[in-house]
């Protein structure tokens, strides 16, 4: 009797053994579990920074942008004005030669910057000469077929052009050569986009000149400083 209540009591303590060794298993499993498998969630607070940190980043490159346009947008320097009749004086110098049957007389255009800044000659120079009696049409040209690239003047620069004409009569009398249908004694020059002005004929020297011219052929060249 003795001896089955030992062997119970053995058997009971061997089963509560088991039974206490399956708990604390399932608790380190737990706590293995817990730890292998941890879920971390953003906090609010570290979401609206986020959201605040990439809206400035945004905003810096757009104001980035925005400078450099800013800058690349500035002027490097003021426009050049065109030169005209307030800011430049013209002389309408004759040729100081006789053309030839191969070879035409050449008078020359002069544009002087009087202004204290420069100017630009751009485009197309016109040229009206009017006989001073009023005895045929007038001449009238421009350098538009010889180039019109612009010439910037400086404050007192000058730039000329040539104006190729005949000034003889080949086909009279050897004393009516120098009759031609248009003599004048001053001439309408307007530069690009500007007015026209009334120009005086001169000599080389300065004094009073004919601007003689026999034919229509009158070629109007391209300006040069």
Known sequence: MRMRTATFATAAVFVAGLGLTACNSGNDDAKTGE??????????ASKASATAGTSTGKTGGSQA??????????????????????????????????????EPAAATVKVTN???RTCTIVGATTLTAK?????????????????TDAVDLGP????????????LNFDGSQSAREVCAVQASSVRIALPKDVARTVKVTKASGSAGVFNVCTKDVKFGSFHS
């Open 35 to 44: 730890t292998s498998s941890p879920v971390t969630t953003a906090s609010p």
């Open 114 to 116: 009087t202004s204290g």
């Open 65 to 102: 942008s925005a400078t450099a346009t800013g800058s690349g947008s500035g002027s490097g320097g003021g426009a050049v004005s065109a030169c005209t009749t307030k800011t430049t004086t013209v002389r309408f110098i004759a040729s100081a030669t006789h053309a030839s049957e191969s």
């Open 156 to 167: 007192g620069a000058s730039a000329t052009a040539e104006v190729l004409y005949t000034d």
């Open 131 to 147: 006989d001073d009696q009023g005895k045929a049409d007038p001449v009238e040209t421009d350098n538009s077929a010889a180039g």
